[in-house]
């Protein structure tokens, strides 16, 4: 069975700039959450979608958004980027969201 | 979710055992305890879990004391490619709540 896959696997853009990320979840997989990782703050919450429906969510400001499709993709965006925004993102899945979750190699994602 | 405390480091040598310890002292009755390892540059890989009593699989084993207020996992012949970040977390069974990854312990298997 495929693992979680993320594209792209490394991103570089300006500050002010936008950008989308893409998370394939095991299949079968309905729970999808977003995981931001920066060397200081170690792995934070962003946001949790099971079922297009967006059920949990960290404490991050409103310029980071995602999205859940009906075959459980899920999309995450961060608009007028910051250079602090520079992060591994990760992305992770579960059945249900209440068991062990399976994370993708993460998208590294620059801000210059 | 309670939360977790770990040492930041530790060194083990090749081939002995590795135990890697975490405290988990506000533990709730129907939070289980997690544990995740990030080898560098990839993504976290869930390693094993338990409720109270302890557990064992091909990865490793995980005791819980009695108490349920710390625990430790136990990476019983360490090779150098168990060098990597281990995450202790605690969650709920069922429903669904977010995730708390902490610092989590870097070991550092030394041959």
């Known amino acids: 069975k495929a693992g979680v896959t993320q594209t792209p696997r490394y991103l570089i853009k300006t500050r002010g700039q936008q950008v989308t990320l893409s998370c394939s979840p095991i299949?079968?997989?309905?729970?999808v959450s977003w995981y931001q990782q920066t060397p200081g703050q170690g792995l934070q919450f962003l946001f949790e979608?099971?079922?297009?429906?967006?059920?949990n969510k960290g404490n991050f400001p409103g310029r980071f958004s995602g999205r859940q499709f009906s075959n459980s993709r899920s999309e995450m965006n961060v608009s007028t980027l910051e250079l602090g925004d520079s992060a591994l993102y990760l992305c992770?899945?579960?059945?249900?969201?209440?068991?062990?979750?399976?994370f993708g190699p993460g998208t590294r994602l620059t801000v210059t | 979710d309670a939360k977790t405390t770990q040492p930041p480091s530790m060194d083990c040598a090749e081939g002995r055992a590795a135990n890697l310890p975490c405290n988990h002292s506000?533990?709730?009755?129907?939070?289980?305890v997690y544990w995740y390892r990030q080898i560098h540059s990839q993504g976290p890989q869930y390693i094993i879990h338990?409720?109270?009593n302890n557990e064992t699989n091909e990865m490793a084993s995980l005791i819980i004391t009695e108490d349920r207020k710390s625990s430790t996992l136990i990476l019983p012949h360490a090779t150098l490619r168990d060098t990597a970040v281990y995450y202790c977390?605690?969650?709920?069974?069922?429903?669904?709540?977010?995730?708390?990854f902490g610092i989590g312990t870097k070991l550092q298997v030394i041959p």
């Open positions: 979608y099971f079922s297009e429906t967006q059920r």
């Open positions: 977390i605690v969650r709920r069974g069922g429903g669904y709540q977010k995730v708390t």
């Open positions: 506000t533990i709730s009755g129907n939070e289980y």
């Open positions: 299949s079968g997989h309905r729970s």
């Open positions: 992770a899945s579960s059945w249900t969201g209440s068991e062990e979750q399976y």
């Open positions: 338990g409720l109270k």
